[in-house]
């Protein structure tokens, strides 16, 4: 698969649709954890991926090996998971497909789907008290307040700057797409959107507010770093670094054209990106300069999660470990 069939896959249209209650179950494969998997979720001390078709896997030793999921009750593209904690998650996708689990990803549970909608759902948020939020194409918005056993649409109505207002009625006919949301701690969160939309909240999502922009291409990813520090980055290699929390922003040398779409933090405090065409970036300055480390197959990277001091990547050849070389370091305070 080609880094733009791999882009296209996940923000294209509907995968297996059928009634909620009777959409055919994931199918058990043994090279599950090397097909198509699109995001990934720490449960505690456990990582879950998912990705093609329903597939979830998942992995007790920092990704070395890795187990399907038992039970998944969907075929639909999944392309979003989170935890509230080590047992309780939830995870998205096509067909505003909407899953939960309550044993860490081993067995899993239907409670949404919308073979009709416009378009899929591309992330979702787990915060505290059960609270979650699921985003995507055409500005979809679903919430719940209860762990994922229900879920509420809503409008997404961001207050506007004024330079802003001009896109409203553009915003308004049919919504840009959601493409990441991120929690920054406490009750601060972000969106990545298309043409270059960023949005924050510091209510838990109760109301949101746009960001001015660096860019009008398309965002598909944020990374919150410590303190008000936040990264964000998209098509062609677009990487942007803000010091206050989406006020004001600095272009970095990202030394790529290729979309970065995923990033994490290691415990240490290296921050590493991912992008199509096996791109791996990787800052020990607290995301102040990157170093690219293009991996050799040049394989599409979908996202990354710690596990400890290690790297786990997903994307079109499934989940890899990947190890970090020496990097920059010192830059500018």
Do not use: K
């Given at each position: 698969?080609?880094?733009?069939?791999l882009?296209?896959?996940?923000?294209?249209?509907?995968?297996?649709p059928?009634?909620?209650?009777?959409?055919?179950?994931?199918?058990?494969?043994?090279?599950?954890?090397?097909?198509?998997?699109?995001?990934?979720?720490?449960a505690?001390?456990?990582?879950?991926?998912?990705?093609?078709?329903?597939?979830?896997?998942?992995?007790?030793?920092?990704?070395?090996?890795?187990?399907?999921?038992?039970?998944?009750?969907?075929?639909a593209?999944?392309?979003?998971?989170?935890?509230?904690?080590?047992?309780?998650?939830?995870?998205?996708?096509?067909?505003?497909?909407?899953?939960?689990?309550?044993?860490?990803?081993?067995?899993?549970?239907?409670?949404?789907?919308?073979?009709?909608?416009?378009?899929?759902?591309?992330?979702?948020?787990?915060?505290?008290?059960?609270?979650?939020?699921?985003?995507?194409?055409?500005?979809?918005?679903?919430?719940?307040?209860?762990?994922?056993?229900?879920?509420?649409?809503?409008p997404?109505?961001?207050?506007?700057?004024?330079?802003?207002?001009?896109?409203?009625?553009?915003?308004?006919?049919?919504?840009?797409?959601?493409?990441?949301?991120?929690?920054?701690?406490?009750t601060?969160?972000?969106?990545?959107?298309?043409?270059g939309?960023?949005y924050?909240?510091?209510?838990?999502?109760?109301?949101?507010?746009?960001?001015?922009?660096?860019?009008?291409?398309?965002?598909?990813?944020?990374?919150?770093?410590?303190?008000?520090?936040?990264?964000?980055?998209?098509?062609?290699?677009?990487?942007?670094?803000?010091?206050?929390?989406?006020?004001?922003?600095?272009?970095?040398?990202?030394?790529?054209?290729?979309?970065?779409?995923?990033?994490?933090?290691?415990?240490?405090g290296?921050?590493?990106?991912?992008?199509?065409?096996?791109?791996?970036?990787?800052?020990?300055?607290?995301?102040?300069?990157?170093?690219?480390?293009?991996?050799?197959?040049?394989?599409?990277?979908?996202?990354?999660?710690?596990?400890?001091?290690?790297?786990?990547?997903?994307?079109?050849?499934?989940?890899?470990?990947?190890?970090?070389?020496?990097?920059?370091?010192?830059?500018?305070?």
């Open positions: 698969m080609s880094a733009r069939a882009l296209l896959c996940v923000l294209g249209g509907a995968a297996a059928g009634a909620l209650a009777a959409a055919p179950a994931a199918e058990h494969a043994r090279l599950a954890a090397h097909g198509l998997l699109v995001a990934i979720a720490q505690g001390a456990r990582l879950v991926a998912v990705g093609d078709r329903g597939v979830v896997v998942y992995s007790d030793d920092g990704g070395r090996t890795w187990t399907q999921a038992d039970t998944v009750p969907t075929q593209l999944l392309t979003g998971v989170c935890f509230f904690d080590a047992s309780r998650g939830v995870a998205v996708g096509h067909d505003l497909t909407i899953l939960t689990t309550g044993d860490a990803g081993r067995t899993w549970q239907r409670v949404h789907q919308d073979e009709n909608a416009p378009g899929p759902l591309l992330d979702v948020w787990c915060g505290a008290g059960g609270q979650a939020i699921a985003v995507g194409a055409y500005s979809a918005y679903l919430a719940s307040s209860d762990a994922g056993a229900s879920w509420q649409a809503q997404f109505r961001p207050a506007l700057p004024p330079a802003a207002a001009r896109a409203a009625g553009e915003a308004a006919a049919g919504g840009f797409h959601l493409n990441r949301i991120a929690g920054a701690g406490g601060r969160l972000y969106i990545a959107a298309e043409a939309h960023l924050r909240s510091d209510d838990s999502g109760a109301s949101w507010r746009q960001l001015p922009s660096p860019y009008e291409g398309s965002f598909f990813g944020l990374l919150p770093l410590p303190g008000e520090a936040l990264l964000a980055f998209g098509l062609r290699g677009n990487l942007f670094r803000s010091p206050d929390g989406g006020a004001t922003w600095v272009r970095l040398d990202s030394s790529t054209p290729a979309m970065l779409d995923g990033g994490t933090m290691l415990p240490g290296t921050v590493a990106l991912v992008g199509l065409s096996g791109v791996v970036l990787f800052s020990r300055d607290g995301g102040r300069s990157f170093a690219l480390e293009q991996q050799a197959d040049h394989s599409g990277l979908a996202a990354a999660a710690a596990a400890g001091e290690a790297l786990v990547t997903v994307g079109e050849d499934g989940a890899r470990r990947v190890a970090l070389g020496a990097g920059p370091r010192g830059g500018a305070p």
